[in-house]
């Protein structure tokens, strides 16, 4: 299995090995806001440089919801356009269904698809990445009569093509429930022309890695206040690798987040990236610069699922660990410890595991095992939420009993 793993982790070639950047500009409206200076004043030597990111980092963590804060888009609209691969890679075999599918959309024999667009309140100096995207998959009226409109928000893995997990979203139909399959910032239609991977999504330059999660949690919030003015009631997120943690952070920070599935889970951004197969080429970087594993974790702390336990465990959630026993991209001592901080959080938590890895979780039969996983959680978690009465309905009946009382 590891050798299987590994020959999955490294048959891509276009990975690219990016000097150590600090990337203070890419936080600097948050350096102005909270009085740390800005981006201008930074320290030029390395170990001056370093010393401030850590303590920009525990300033985030300890201001979080000022740093996952947004003004609302206004632009929210539904796009009618076919659906394109936007690959990773250059196999031979990737390109031909590129060029497959394009085709089929020029003859005419691709259907449309409905993708939720807004601007992110989040900007970069990419115009194609603050363009947020969202494949949407409304669930068939029928499927929802009699409870509550169900929305699940899907996360992806790092590099994933725009294919990736719309298989997931039309199963969620199937039981009812709606989703939106969101492209993660730098990602397919949002990938800027200069890159062939999602690289600005998770690189070397340690600012700009932090501003990316930052802007994915925020993308998210923005996902579900579209949903609600739709009239959807009640929410979900499924993130893998990367998506997993992005997810989590949003799950933290959002309360509507009830149904959480995590798929691949870790406790620190900076241990993965320094351990993991498909990190190899961003650990290089890091060793060039002489940094260690525990400096970087320090570096990415603000964008550690460690760093909000107990911000996720403040409010009751339904929540899916899933993790592979073989993974040599998020080490299974990592996954564990996530599922021990659960436990010790008493967080309402499945663990369900897999005998392959990372990446052979995409293979046969795996990929099948996987998805019983996750699409059987997922609609019993909100069977169950439909079963509970809403929010909206306690509120109305405490008035009564409140008015009744006066009486």
């Known amino acids: 299995m590891f050798a299987w793993e590994t020959a999955l982790t490294t048959r891509d070639e276009n990975r690219v090995v990016r000097p150590v950047e600090w990337g203070f500009e890419w936080l600097d409206d948050f350096l102005r806001s909270h009085h740390i200076g800005s981006a201008s004043h930074a320290p030029t030597d390395a170990k001056g440089a370093e010393e401030w990111m850590t303590v920009l980092n525990e300033v985030v963590v300890r201001e979080s919801d000022s740093f996952f804060s947004y003004e609302p888009p206004t632009d929210y609209r539904l796009e009618e356009r076919h659906p394109q691969l936007f690959p990773t890679n250059v196999r031979p075999e990737t390109l031909a269904q590129d060029a497959k ?55 992806p893995q790092w590099n994933a093509d725009a294919f990736s997990h719309n298989a997931l979203c039309s199963l969620f139909n199937r039981f009812g429930i709606s989703a939106l399959r969101l492209s993660k910032p730098y990602h397919d239609i949002r990938r800027p022309a200069e890159l062939e991977r999602s690289d600005y999504a998770v690189s070397s330059n340690i600012g700009r890695t932090i501003a990316a999660c930052r802007q994915a949690v925020i993308d998210i919030r923005c996902c579900l206040d579209w949903l609600e003015a739709q009239g959807y009631e009640q929410f979900g997120i499924l993130g893998t690798s990367l998506g997993s943690c992005y997810g989590f952070i949003a799950s933290a920070h959002d309360a509507r987040l009830r149904v959480n599935a995590f798929n691949h889970a ?53 929540v899916l660990v899933v993790h592979a026993t073989y993974d040599l991209t998020f080490l299974r001592e990592y996954s564990l410890e996530v599922l021990r901080r659960f436990s010790d959080l008493g967080i309402d938590f499945v663990s369900k595991v897999l005998p392959c890895g990372h990446y052979t979780t995409g293979e046969t039969p795996y990929k099948f095992i996987d998805g019983w996983y996750l699409g059987s959680f997922v609609y019993k978690a909100f069977k169950q939420l439909a079963e509970q009465p809403s929010p909206a309905k306690v509120a109305i009946e405490n008035l009564r009993d409140e008015e009744l009382l006066s009486r």
């Open 101 to 155: 599918l394009k085709a089929m959309a020029a003859d005419g024999k691709l259907k449309t698809a409905p993708f939720l667009r807004f601007t992110s309140p989040v900007r970069t100096p990419y115009s194609e990445n603050d363009l947020v995207n969202a494949r949407w998959y409304p669930a068939p009226a029928e499927k929802q009569a009699g409870k509550p409109k169900q929305a699940m928000i899907v996360m």
């Open 266 to 318: 870790s406790v620190s951004f900076g241990d993965v990236a320094w351990t993991g197969q498909s990190t190899r080429h961003i650990r290089k970087a890091f060793e060039d610069a002489g940094l260690t594993q525990a400096r970087l974790h320090k570096l990415f702390a603000s964008v550690s699922p460690e760093s909000y336990m107990e911000r996720f465990a403040a409010t009751a959630k339904k």
